[in-house]
């Protein structure tokens, strides 16, 4: 039998997911968006780094299992900065705090260097409805 090959693992997720980011934040620093825009923006990266953070564990877990202790460490240490902003982002958006956001934003502009933003989307402005998403994800958590 001939081995089967996934090519859609975490790592080609987290670039995906980091374009994705890339792609909304020049979204967000464009003159023209407007304050609705830029919280639904700022939700949805935040909700898109929740989904990296939950591809760094399924990562993490088979070397876990392996006893590999240090290569999990280190990668845990590498992208440590998306628990950092996650938590940031959260305070932030349950207080309402718009115009606070800067540190975390600049921490992603940094980390999405590399990551080039998409030039074409399937869907148009896909950060559209996060603020509500948000809102009844945090109703159903109590």
């Known amino acids: 039998m001939s081995q089967v090959i996934n090519r859609n693992n975490y790592s080609s997720q ?20 407007t304050i609705e825009e830029k919280r639904d923006i ?15 564990q399924k990562t993490i877990q088979p070397w876990e299992k392996r006893g590999y202790w240090v ?34 934003l600049n921490v992603l502009r940094k980390a999405c260097l590399d990551f080039p933003p998409y030039q074409r989307l399937q869907v148009k402005d896909p950060w559209k409805g996060s603020w509500q998403k948000w ?7 109590g």
Do not use: H, M, P
């Open 14 to 33: 987290r670039s995906s997911y980091l374009r994705f980011i890339s792609t909304a934040l020049e979204q967000y620093d464009n003159k023209k968006t």
């Open 42 to 56: 700022t939700v949805f990266i935040l909700l898109t780094l929740l989904e990296i953070q939950k591809s760094i």
């Open 71 to 104: 290569k999990a460490d280190q990668f845990r240490a590498e992208w440590q900065w998306v628990d950092l902003v996650c938590n940031g982002l959260q305070k932030k958006i349950r207080r309402q705090e718009w115009s606070t956001l800067n540190s975390e």
């Open 135 to 141: 809102q009844k994800i945090q109703k159903e958590a």
